[in-house]
Protein backbone atom coordinates (compact mmCIF):
# COMPACT_ATOMS: atom_id res chain seq x y z
CA UNK A 1 0.00 0.00 0.00
CA UNK A 2 1.48 3.42 -0.86
CA UNK A 3 0.19 6.98 -0.35
CA UNK A 4 -1.30 8.87 -3.70
CA UNK A 5 -2.52 11.65 -2.95
CA UNK A 6 -3.22 14.14 0.01
CA UNK A 7 -6.14 16.74 -0.29
CA UNK A 8 -6.37 19.58 1.75
CA UNK A 9 -9.39 21.83 2.66
CA UNK A 10 -10.36 24.79 4.52
CA UNK A 11 -13.22 25.02 6.71
CA UNK A 12 -15.17 27.18 9.38
CA UNK A 13 -17.93 25.96 11.80
CA UNK A 14 -19.95 28.02 13.87
CA UNK A 15 -20.14 27.71 17.31
CA UNK A 16 -23.55 27.92 19.05
CA UNK A 17 -22.30 31.07 21.04
CA UNK A 18 -19.51 32.63 21.63
CA UNK A 19 -16.55 31.38 24.07
CA UNK A 20 -14.58 33.74 26.11
CA UNK A 21 -11.45 32.88 27.80
CA UNK A 22 -8.23 35.11 29.24
CA UNK A 23 -6.51 35.90 25.61
CA UNK A 24 -9.88 36.42 23.39
CA UNK A 25 -13.52 35.44 22.35
CA UNK A 26 -14.23 33.29 19.56
CA UNK A 27 -17.26 33.08 17.52
CA UNK A 28 -16.23 30.04 15.28
CA UNK A 29 -13.13 27.65 14.57
CA UNK A 30 -11.27 27.75 11.32
CA UNK A 31 -10.22 23.88 10.55
CA UNK A 32 -8.04 22.09 8.24
CA UNK A 33 -9.49 19.18 6.75
CA UNK A 34 -7.02 16.53 5.09
CA UNK A 35 -7.75 13.22 3.02
CA UNK A 36 -5.09 10.96 2.74
CA UNK A 37 -5.50 8.09 -0.65
CA UNK A 38 -4.09 5.17 -1.53
CA UNK A 39 -3.36 3.31 -4.63
CA UNK A 40 -5.87 0.13 -2.93
CA UNK A 41 -8.27 2.73 -2.07
CA UNK A 42 -8.23 3.18 1.47
CA UNK A 43 -8.46 6.47 2.45
CA UNK A 44 -8.20 8.34 5.75
CA UNK A 45 -9.18 11.98 7.60
CA UNK A 46 -7.53 13.76 9.47
CA UNK A 47 -8.14 17.44 10.87
CA UNK A 48 -6.13 20.48 12.78
CA UNK A 49 -7.61 23.55 14.52
CA UNK A 50 -5.08 25.83 15.19
CA UNK A 51 -4.95 28.81 17.96
CA UNK A 52 -3.32 31.23 15.25
CA UNK A 53 -2.89 34.17 18.62
CA UNK A 54 -1.09 31.46 20.58
CA UNK A 55 1.24 29.15 18.84
CA UNK A 56 0.74 30.60 14.73
CA UNK A 57 -0.18 28.59 11.87
CA UNK A 58 -3.32 30.14 10.07
CA UNK A 59 -5.16 27.51 8.39
CA UNK A 60 -3.50 29.44 4.80
CA UNK A 61 -0.03 29.05 6.20
CA UNK A 62 -1.00 24.96 7.48
CA UNK A 63 -2.78 24.07 3.77
CA UNK A 64 0.93 25.83 2.03
CA UNK A 65 2.79 23.47 4.32
CA UNK A 66 1.27 20.83 4.05
CA UNK A 67 0.62 20.69 -0.19
CA UNK A 68 4.11 22.21 -0.79
CA UNK A 69 6.43 20.04 1.66
CA UNK A 70 4.61 17.64 3.57
CA UNK A 71 2.94 16.19 1.07
CA UNK A 72 5.55 15.58 -1.47
CA UNK A 73 7.77 14.17 1.38
CA UNK A 74 5.64 11.44 2.05
CA UNK A 75 3.93 10.27 -1.48
CA UNK A 76 4.78 6.89 -2.14
CA UNK A 77 5.86 6.20 1.21
CA UNK A 78 4.05 2.62 2.93
CA UNK A 79 1.27 4.59 5.27
CA UNK A 80 2.12 1.96 7.75
CA UNK A 81 5.56 3.39 8.18
CA UNK A 82 5.22 5.96 11.02
CA UNK A 83 8.66 6.38 11.68
CA UNK A 84 9.79 6.79 8.44
CA UNK A 85 6.68 9.56 7.47
CA UNK A 86 7.73 11.36 10.29
CA UNK A 87 11.48 11.47 9.92
CA UNK A 88 10.74 12.97 6.59
CA UNK A 89 8.17 15.65 7.58
CA UNK A 90 10.66 16.28 10.24
CA UNK A 91 13.42 17.17 7.72
CA UNK A 92 10.58 18.61 5.13
CA UNK A 93 9.82 21.30 7.30
CA UNK A 94 10.52 21.96 11.35
CA UNK A 95 8.01 22.77 13.97
CA UNK A 96 4.76 22.91 11.60
CA UNK A 97 3.00 20.62 14.45
CA UNK A 98 -1.25 21.79 13.15
CA UNK A 99 0.25 20.57 10.28
CA UNK A 100 1.81 17.72 11.09
CA UNK A 101 -1.30 16.52 13.54
CA UNK A 102 -3.69 17.11 10.79
CA UNK A 103 -1.79 14.43 8.97
CA UNK A 104 -0.96 12.53 11.59
CA UNK A 105 -4.75 11.74 12.55
CA UNK A 106 -5.74 10.93 9.03
CA UNK A 107 -2.91 8.09 8.76
CA UNK A 108 -3.98 6.75 11.64
CA UNK A 109 -7.22 6.71 10.50
CA UNK A 110 -6.49 5.39 7.13
CA UNK A 111 -3.95 2.34 8.75
CA UNK A 112 -6.68 1.25 11.59
CA UNK A 113 -9.94 1.46 8.32
CA UNK A 114 -6.94 -0.94 6.35
CA UNK A 115 -6.87 -3.48 9.44
CA UNK A 116 -10.46 -2.89 9.30
CA UNK A 117 -10.24 -2.05 13.10
CA UNK A 118 -10.99 0.75 15.63
CA UNK A 119 -8.38 3.21 15.83
CA UNK A 120 -7.83 1.87 19.85
CA UNK A 121 -7.22 -1.35 18.66
CA UNK A 122 -4.60 -0.41 16.49
CA UNK A 123 -2.86 1.76 19.73
CA UNK A 124 -3.09 -0.93 22.07
CA UNK A 125 -6.14 -1.56 22.81
CA UNK A 126 -8.58 -0.13 25.82
CA UNK A 127 -6.93 0.26 28.79
CA UNK A 128 -10.31 1.93 30.43
CA UNK A 129 -13.61 1.17 29.65
CA UNK A 130 -14.72 4.59 28.33
CA UNK A 131 -13.62 7.97 28.25
CA UNK A 132 -14.67 11.18 30.44
CA UNK A 133 -15.33 14.53 29.37
CA UNK A 134 -14.88 17.53 31.11
CA UNK A 135 -17.44 20.86 30.65
CA UNK A 136 -15.33 23.88 30.19
CA UNK A 137 -16.71 27.20 31.24
CA UNK A 138 -15.85 30.70 29.32
CA UNK A 139 -14.88 33.70 31.41
CA UNK A 140 -18.31 35.08 32.71
CA UNK A 141 -20.17 36.51 35.63
CA UNK A 142 -20.16 34.14 38.83
CA UNK A 143 -23.67 33.70 39.15
CA UNK A 144 -23.80 32.93 35.05
CA UNK A 145 -21.40 30.17 35.58
CA UNK A 146 -22.61 28.88 38.63
CA UNK A 147 -26.04 28.57 36.57
CA UNK A 148 -24.36 26.67 33.65
CA UNK A 149 -22.06 24.56 36.05
CA UNK A 150 -25.42 23.25 37.57
CA UNK A 151 -27.49 22.62 34.15
CA UNK A 152 -24.30 20.20 32.82
CA UNK A 153 -23.87 18.66 36.15
CA UNK A 154 -27.36 17.49 35.66
CA UNK A 155 -26.47 16.56 32.38
CA UNK A 156 -24.11 13.80 34.18
CA UNK A 157 -20.21 15.44 34.04
CA UNK A 158 -18.65 15.19 37.14
CA UNK A 159 -15.40 17.92 36.53
CA UNK A 160 -15.43 21.41 35.47
CA UNK A 161 -13.09 23.68 33.97
CA UNK A 162 -13.30 27.28 34.61
CA UNK A 163 -11.59 29.94 32.06
CA UNK A 164 -9.96 32.39 34.62
CA UNK A 165 -7.46 35.55 33.00
CA UNK A 166 -6.45 38.96 34.26
CA UNK A 167 -9.06 39.78 36.83
CA UNK A 168 -8.31 37.00 39.45
CA UNK A 169 -10.76 38.83 41.90
CA UNK A 170 -13.36 37.86 39.62
CA UNK A 171 -12.30 34.61 39.07
CA UNK A 172 -12.34 34.09 42.79
CA UNK A 173 -15.85 34.85 42.90
CA UNK A 174 -16.84 32.38 39.85
CA UNK A 175 -14.87 29.22 41.59
CA UNK A 176 -16.95 30.39 45.01
CA UNK A 177 -20.00 30.72 42.94
CA UNK A 178 -19.60 27.41 41.23
CA UNK A 179 -18.38 25.20 44.10
CA UNK A 180 -21.46 26.26 46.24
CA UNK A 181 -23.96 25.61 43.33
CA UNK A 182 -22.49 21.98 42.67
CA UNK A 183 -21.44 21.14 45.96
CA UNK A 184 -18.38 19.07 46.90
CA UNK A 185 -18.36 16.01 44.89
CA UNK A 186 -18.11 17.47 41.50
CA UNK A 187 -14.63 18.02 40.48
CA UNK A 188 -13.71 21.71 39.75
CA UNK A 189 -10.30 22.67 37.95
CA UNK A 190 -9.03 26.51 36.67
CA UNK A 191 -7.19 27.33 33.67
CA UNK A 192 -5.99 30.96 33.91
CA UNK A 193 -4.07 30.45 29.93
CA UNK A 194 -1.07 31.86 31.21
CA UNK A 195 -2.68 35.03 32.36
CA UNK A 196 -0.88 35.38 36.37
CA UNK A 197 2.79 36.31 37.67
CA UNK A 198 4.39 33.83 39.46
CA UNK A 199 3.72 35.69 42.41
CA UNK A 200 0.22 36.29 41.62
CA UNK A 201 -0.38 32.31 40.76
CA UNK A 202 0.85 31.35 44.42
CA UNK A 203 -1.01 33.82 46.26
CA UNK A 204 -4.42 33.31 44.30
CA UNK A 205 -3.86 29.56 44.63
CA UNK A 206 -3.69 29.56 47.99
CA UNK A 207 -6.92 31.48 48.68
CA UNK A 208 -8.58 29.09 46.41
CA UNK A 209 -7.65 26.10 48.23
CA UNK A 210 -10.61 26.22 50.55
CA UNK A 211 -12.82 25.08 47.48
CA UNK A 212 -10.55 22.12 46.84
CA UNK A 213 -9.27 22.34 43.79
CA UNK A 214 -9.01 19.40 41.52
CA UNK A 215 -5.40 21.29 39.47
CA UNK A 216 -4.45 24.61 38.01
CA UNK A 217 -3.91 24.31 34.30
CA UNK A 218 -0.71 27.09 32.97
CA UNK A 219 -1.43 29.71 35.74
CA UNK A 220 2.03 31.31 34.45
CA UNK A 221 3.42 32.39 30.76
CA UNK A 222 4.57 28.72 29.04
CA UNK A 223 8.09 30.22 28.61
CA UNK A 224 9.34 30.47 32.28
CA UNK A 225 9.31 27.10 33.58
CA UNK A 226 11.69 27.74 36.67
CA UNK A 227 8.60 30.03 37.60
CA UNK A 228 5.95 27.73 36.96
CA UNK A 229 8.42 25.35 39.14
CA UNK A 230 7.94 27.69 41.65
CA UNK A 231 4.33 27.56 41.52
CA UNK A 232 4.33 23.84 41.89
CA UNK A 233 6.74 23.81 44.97
CA UNK A 234 4.93 26.34 46.54
CA UNK A 235 1.02 25.22 46.61
CA UNK A 236 -0.85 21.97 47.50
CA UNK A 237 -2.79 22.23 44.79
CA UNK A 238 -1.85 19.95 41.46
CA UNK A 239 -0.21 21.97 38.42
CA UNK A 240 -1.02 21.14 35.49
CA UNK A 241 1.28 22.26 32.46
CA UNK A 242 -0.54 23.13 29.08
CA UNK A 243 1.11 25.19 26.65
CA UNK A 244 4.56 24.65 27.97
CA UNK A 245 4.89 21.48 26.56
CA UNK A 246 4.52 20.88 22.66
CA UNK A 247 7.64 18.02 22.26
CA UNK A 248 9.15 15.50 23.75
CA UNK A 249 12.13 17.44 24.28
CA UNK A 250 10.23 19.73 26.64
CA UNK A 251 8.39 17.10 28.60
CA UNK A 252 12.20 16.36 29.40
CA UNK A 253 12.69 19.54 30.66
CA UNK A 254 9.46 19.88 32.80
CA UNK A 255 10.26 16.33 34.42
CA UNK A 256 14.05 17.41 35.16
CA UNK A 257 12.96 20.98 36.39
CA UNK A 258 10.10 19.56 38.25
CA UNK A 259 7.90 21.92 36.86
CA UNK A 260 4.48 20.53 36.97
CA UNK A 261 2.61 17.68 38.77
CA UNK A 262 1.34 16.42 35.52
CA UNK A 263 0.99 17.05 31.63
CA UNK A 264 -2.05 18.25 29.00
CA UNK A 265 -1.44 16.56 25.82
CA UNK A 266 -3.03 18.74 23.83
CA UNK A 267 -2.82 16.74 20.68
CA UNK A 268 -3.03 19.41 18.32
CA UNK A 269 -0.64 21.74 19.77
CA UNK A 270 1.83 18.21 20.13
CA UNK A 271 1.83 17.10 16.10
CA UNK A 272 -0.40 14.07 16.68
CA UNK A 273 -0.57 10.50 18.43
CA UNK A 274 2.39 9.83 17.22
CA UNK A 275 4.19 12.60 19.55
CA UNK A 276 1.69 12.27 22.12
CA UNK A 277 2.20 8.67 22.57
CA UNK A 278 6.47 9.85 23.30
CA UNK A 279 5.30 12.46 25.61
CA UNK A 280 3.06 10.39 27.58
CA UNK A 281 5.88 7.59 28.02
CA UNK A 282 7.94 10.39 29.01
CA UNK A 283 5.46 12.02 31.56
CA UNK A 284 4.66 8.04 32.86
CA UNK A 285 8.12 7.23 33.48
CA UNK A 286 8.49 10.48 35.67
CA UNK A 287 5.04 9.18 37.79
CA UNK A 288 3.50 12.34 36.39
CA UNK A 289 -0.09 11.61 34.77
CA UNK A 290 -1.44 13.37 31.72
CA UNK A 291 -4.92 14.17 30.80
CA UNK A 292 -6.45 15.04 26.98
CA UNK A 293 -6.86 18.45 26.17
CA UNK A 294 -8.46 19.68 23.63
CA UNK A 295 -7.87 23.15 20.54
CA UNK A 296 -11.96 22.23 20.38
CA UNK A 297 -11.73 20.40 17.32
CA UNK A 298 -14.44 19.53 15.27
CA UNK A 299 -15.76 15.80 15.28
CA UNK A 300 -13.05 14.44 13.00
CA UNK A 301 -9.81 15.63 15.44
CA UNK A 302 -11.95 14.82 18.52
CA UNK A 303 -12.61 11.37 17.24
CA UNK A 304 -9.12 10.24 16.92
CA UNK A 305 -8.37 11.73 20.14
CA UNK A 306 -11.12 10.29 21.66
CA UNK A 307 -9.23 6.57 20.84
CA UNK A 308 -6.18 7.97 21.83
CA UNK A 309 -7.44 8.99 25.19
CA UNK A 310 -9.34 5.13 25.48
CA UNK A 311 -6.17 3.27 24.75
CA UNK A 312 -3.29 5.18 26.19
CA UNK A 313 -1.90 4.68 29.49
CA UNK A 314 -1.17 6.87 32.43
CA UNK A 315 -4.14 8.66 31.82
CA UNK A 316 -6.00 10.75 34.91
CA UNK A 317 -8.84 12.51 35.12
CA UNK A 318 -11.68 13.94 32.61
CA UNK A 319 -10.61 14.99 29.35
CA UNK A 320 -11.31 18.69 27.75
CA UNK A 321 -12.85 16.60 24.75
CA UNK A 322 -15.95 18.27 24.22
CA UNK A 323 -15.08 20.14 21.13
CA UNK A 324 -18.50 18.69 19.13
CA UNK A 325 -20.90 20.08 21.98
CA UNK A 326 -19.82 23.79 21.59
CA UNK A 327 -20.09 23.82 17.41
CA UNK A 328 -23.80 24.31 15.45
CA UNK A 329 -22.38 22.43 12.31
CA UNK A 330 -19.30 20.14 11.34
CA UNK A 331 -18.10 18.35 8.49
CA UNK A 332 -19.19 14.84 9.20
CA UNK A 333 -22.62 12.78 8.56
CA UNK A 334 -23.13 12.00 11.89
CA UNK A 335 -21.26 13.99 14.93
CA UNK A 336 -19.97 12.07 18.30
CA UNK A 337 -22.24 11.40 21.46
CA UNK A 338 -21.55 12.23 25.21
CA UNK A 339 -23.75 11.42 27.08
CA UNK A 340 -23.75 11.77 31.25
CA UNK A 341 -20.19 13.26 30.98
CA UNK A 342 -18.87 10.49 28.87
CA UNK A 343 -17.55 10.56 25.04
CA UNK A 344 -18.88 7.30 23.16
CA UNK A 345 -16.05 6.05 21.49
CA UNK A 346 -17.02 5.04 17.75
CA UNK A 347 -16.94 1.33 17.39
CA UNK A 348 -16.46 1.67 13.47
CA UNK A 349 -13.07 1.42 11.78
CA UNK A 350 -10.38 4.17 11.90
CA UNK A 351 -12.09 6.95 13.85
CA UNK A 352 -15.14 6.07 13.16
CA UNK A 353 -16.82 9.48 11.39
CA UNK A 354 -17.65 9.92 7.89
CA UNK A 355 -16.84 12.75 6.09
CA UNK A 356 -19.66 14.90 4.71
CA UNK A 357 -18.23 16.12 1.22
CA UNK A 358 -21.15 18.48 0.72
CA UNK A 359 -20.32 20.56 4.34
CA UNK A 360 -16.82 21.09 2.77
CA UNK A 361 -18.01 23.61 0.62
CA UNK A 362 -21.41 25.05 2.79
CA UNK A 363 -18.76 25.62 5.32
CA UNK A 364 -15.97 26.71 3.14
CA UNK A 365 -13.58 28.83 4.66
CA UNK A 366 -14.11 33.07 3.61
CA UNK A 367 -11.44 34.30 5.70
CA UNK A 368 -10.46 35.06 9.21
CA UNK A 369 -13.67 37.45 9.56
CA UNK A 370 -16.21 35.35 7.31
CA UNK A 371 -18.77 33.46 9.32
CA UNK A 372 -19.84 30.10 8.06
CA UNK A 373 -23.34 30.00 6.00
CA UNK A 374 -24.90 27.84 8.56
CA UNK A 375 -27.64 25.58 7.36
CA UNK A 376 -27.93 27.06 3.39
Not at 38 to 43: K, M, Q, S
Not at 349 to 364: F, Q, S
Request: aromatic share 8%; with cysteine.
Amino acid sequence: MKITKIDVFLVSTPFVKPQTMAMWTSYKKDHVVVKIETDEGVFGIGETVPLVAEFGEPVESIKYVIQDWLAPAIIGEDPFNFEAIFDKMYKAAKNHLFAKCAIDFALHDLVSKALDIPLYKFLGGKTRDKVPVSWVIGIKKPEEAAKEALDFVERGFKELKLKAGSDWRGDMERVKAVREAVGWDIAIRIDPNQAWSVARAITIIKKLERYELQLVEQPTPAWDLDGLAKVTKAVDTPILIDEGVRTPEDAVKVVRKEAADMINLKIGKIGGIYYSKKINAIAEAADMPCLVGSMLEGNIGTAASAHFALAAPNLKFAHDLIGPLFRADDVVKEPLKIKNGYLEVPEKPGIGVELDEGKLETLKYGGRWAMPKVGR
